[in-house]
């Protein structure tokens, strides 16, 4: 089974290290899958952020850029992205604090697994938290989630809900 996947990849004032991360995370998502797409969302950056991620967009068609006139927050750019991405799996990479390459191949992995599991059998959820996720992994994920939380204003014109983090990395690492 190789579903395809979109990474959505928030970014402000970025143009130091986009290139950099942009080409790693390249060289990691063909192991993953033949069908990918990179979704950069530039949140009104005040450098050469956008000129560097057109750029990057011009050189690999696997690389999708959108762009917000002004800063909204990370989580107007995570909707942003969502709402453009074609994949059946949609993860977040957040460059401030980017899941490692190790992960990202874990976590696919786990997904791929999970996903084989047929329908008819309930897949098994271990008796420890975590639902079968690292710890360490885990946690970090939980803090990510608390971060974009706390960034969103509460007076934020975005009328889509506030997707649960949580529940959504469960849900993936379940294999649905």
Known sequence: MDKSLSLIMPVHNAQQWLARDVERLLDVL???????ELVIVDDGSTDHTEEVA???????PQVKVLRHAR????????????QQAVGEVVLIHDAR????????VGMWQMH????AIPVAAAPQVPSSPGLGIDQNLLERLM????????????HSPDLMPRPNFLRKIGNFALGE
């Open 97 to 104: 604090k980017p899941v490692s390459e190790a992960d990202l």
């Open 54 to 60: 057109k750029d990057l967009g011009y050189l690999y």
């Open 112 to 115: 791929q697994e999970n996903a």
């Open 30 to 36: 063909p192991e993953l899958t033949d069908h990918f």
């Open 143 to 154: 803090q990510w989630g608390s971060d974009v939380k706390k960034e969103r204003p509460a």
């Open 71 to 82: 800063c909204r927050g990370i989580a107007s750019a995570v909707d942003t992205g969502s």
